[in-house]
């Protein structure tokens, strides 16, 4: 290890500062552009030891557990950054992805979220001699910075985080770090542990006590089993209510979900037949069947469960039709997909390959694709204008605040 002084040039997808060393770039958590920084450098890693000249651009972050200098929380790592320059990074993360792959769309601005907006937060919990440890991890490490507060989580989980502690400690058992989702509903916080070894009987009755003890806690779950559910967890998507399983995907955050879908709709505009492909528990199904008739396509069965008991349950909903299939062993055929008039998808980190192929050849008129990984998009983006259809906008939402991941939809037409 050695020590030097650096200037910093540019930001880099992570969120670090990039300076130009000797023999190649230097990567400095926590430094900004324009920055002069003495750094203690570990082949092409740098720690920031002092900083001689500060960006005008550098502000004061929002939480104390954001503090390089002492044990620093992984969650976030631009609260450092002031607010124009950190929506313009977001922006051209998603406009660098897609330029990569030769395409250069209208990209609209940042949809901005802002601090305690976040209903889904995932912790990390392990038994210490010394206690509980609930908190995030360190960036990069295992180690786990326990916290008592978080602004970009919402006042309904920062409120009860002494109930989610009593929980974990429940849960917990050995050494071994657990991690736990909390999501906030419309009947209370649902708690979903994962990772966790089985649990004992006198573990379970430990937390069923624990829980039944505690206002607010709708439910807890371990890997998927259900331990107590003295609510039963309800989310609200576009006016239809739904009881998701435990531990099932939701967008970060309401204003983000409302803010893609509403993109989603008015692209779908007056369709008649539309497919929503990664369905989930119905976040753009159950908005889009107000309008249209709905063929949902999900992997997994119990969200798939969930959106069908839903849409049974609504009154006013045009009808959805619910298909349980492996979308990237067995994606819609272009034969299958010819019946709709507009497609919607909205795939895990990896993408749609294989989807997006049998749709480049569909001759679907309007599709939208939702994504929180701008290079999968491009990927698949790149598929479908080479197949003939045309990019009318790309936004980019920032429900993943402070750090460096970031949403977009596109809305494609033939």
């Known amino acids: 290890m050695s020590t030097e002084t650096v200037t910093i040039s540019k930001?880099?997808?992570?969120?670090?500062?990039?300076?130009?060393?000797?023999?190649?770039?230097?990567?400095?958590?926590?430094?900004?552009?324009?920055?002069?920084?003495?750094?203690a450098r570990n082949g092409n890693q740098g720690t920031i030891i002092s900083l001689t000249t500060a960006s005008p651009d550098?502000?004061?972050?929002?939480?104390r557990h954001f503090d390089p200098d002492r044990d620093a929380c992984g969650g976030c790592s631009l609260q450092h950054l002031a607010d124009a320059p950190y929506h313009a990074f977001k922006r051209d993360i998603v406009v660098e992805a897609l330029r990569a792959k030769g395409l250069t769309p209208e990209v609209?601005?940042?949809?901005?979220?802002?601090?305690?907006?976040?209903?889904?937060?995932?912790?990390?919990?392990?038994?210490?001699?010394?206690?509980?440890?609930?908190?995030?991890?360190?960036?990069?490490?295992?180690?786990?910075?326990?916290?008592e507060e978080c602004p970009i989580a919402s006042p309904g989980i920062v409120s009860r985080l002494g109930a989610v502690r009593a929980v974990a400690e429940a849960l917990a058992g050995g050494g071994?770090?657990?991690?736990?989702?909390?999501?906030?509903t419309l009947s209370g916080l649902d708690l979903a542990a994962d990772g966790s070894k089985p649990l004992s009987d006198k573990q379970r009755r430990n937390v069923i006590e624990t829980v039944l003890g505690l206002k607010g806690i709708a439910r807890v779950s371990s890997n998927g089993e259900i331990l107590v559910e003295p609510q039963k967890p309800q989310v609200d998507f576009g006016g239809v209510t739904v009881s998701p399983p435990p531990g099932t995907f939701m967008q970060a955050t309401r204003e983000a979900e409302e803010a893609m879908s509403a993109l989603v709709l008015a692209h779908v505009g007056k369709s008649k037949r539309v497919a929503d492909l990664f369905a989930g528990s119905g976040t753009f199904s159950l908005r889009l069947a107000r309008i249209a008739r709905v063929h949902a396509v999900e992997g997994e069965e119990k969200p798939l469960k969930a959106l069908d008991q839903a849409a049974r349950n609504t009154q006013g909903l045009k009808p959805v039709s619910v298909e349980k299939r492996d979308l990237f062993r067995r994606p819609l055929t272009a034969k299958e997909l010819?019946?709709?008039?507009?497609?919607?998808f909205d795939p895990p980190r990896a993408g749609a390959e294989a989807q997006v192929k049998e749709l480049a050849q569909s001759g679907v008129k309007k599709i939208a694709a939702v994504s929180c990984n701008p290079l999968t998009l491009a990927r698949d983006?790149?598929?479908l204008v080479d197949s003939g259809y045309t990019i009318?906008?790309?936004?980019?939402?920032?429900?993943?605040?402070?750090?460096p991941h970031v949403e977009a939809v596109a809305l494609l037409e033939r």
């Open 381 to 383: 983006l790149r598929v």
């Open 392 to 403: 009318r906008s790309v936004t980019p939402v920032d429900q993943f605040l402070w750090s």
């Open 176 to 184: 071994d770090i657990i991690r736990l989702s909390v999501t906030e």
């Open 108 to 147: 609209n601005p940042l949809v901005v979220c802002k601090p305690g907006q976040r209903r889904r937060t995932v912790f990390s919990a392990r038994r210490t001699e010394n206690g509980l440890l609930l908190g995030f991890n360190r960036a990069e490490t295992n180690h786990i910075v326990s916290i």
């Open 11 to 39: 930001l880099g997808v992570h969120g670090h500062g990039i300076a130009h060393g000797d023999h190649g770039p230097i990567y400095v958590p926590y430094a900004l552009p324009g920055e002069t920084v003495a750094i």
């Open 58 to 63: 550098r502000v004061e972050p929002l939480c």
């Open 338 to 344: 010819k019946v709709f008039d507009a497609v919607v």
